[in-house]
């Protein structure tokens, strides 16, 4: 059955309840996965017949209006790896930039500690795989 998430619903609600509204969306931009590549090996542009083909790895931080951690790897698991791509880097760290000024609105005291990768703000120390803070 699969859990309730809002992808399923808006496929669904605009490719069958209405069709006509659907508007297809700049993958780099909306919900963007960072792609590794924007080409397949064989050359064509794996994001449809687009032209120019988009390249989501050299797309600017502040250009993207929503992004999918799915290639760059979940924030709270504190996992980083030295060939992301830029923009992983920049989502990684805008993400937790954004988690420590909601806590700090909640009055929650930032971590402290020695960090493991920067711009995690203190959230991944060294010799912890996660720190959750729940």
């Known amino acids: 059955s699969g859990a309730p ?14 069709p006509a509204a ?6 780099c931009l909306y919900n963007t996965v960072v792609a590794y590549s924007s080409h397949t090996p064989d050359g064509r542009c794996r994001f449809g017949n687009h ?11 502040d250009e993207v209006k929503f992004a999918h951690f799915t290639v760059c790897v979940k924030p709270w698991t504190c996992f980083l790896l030295r060939r992301y791509c830029q923009l992983c880097k920049d989502l990684l760290r ?20 020695e ?5 995690s703000y203190g959230y991944c120390s060294k010799g ?3 720190k959750h803070g729940v």
Request: hydrophobic share 35%.
């Open 51 to 61: 032209t120019p083909c988009y390249d989501c790895e050299s797309t600017p931080l």
């Open 115 to 119: 960090i493991a990768f920067r711009h």
């Open 22 to 27: 659907a508007v297809e969306l700049n993958p």
């Open 5 to 18: 998430q809002i992808q399923g619903f808006l496929s669904y609600f605009y490719g069958e309840r209405h």
């Open 94 to 113: 805008e993400w937790f930039r954004l988690r420590l000024s909601l806590e700090w609105s909640w009055g929650i005291q930032a971590p402290q500690g």
């Open 128 to 130: 912890h795989s996660t």
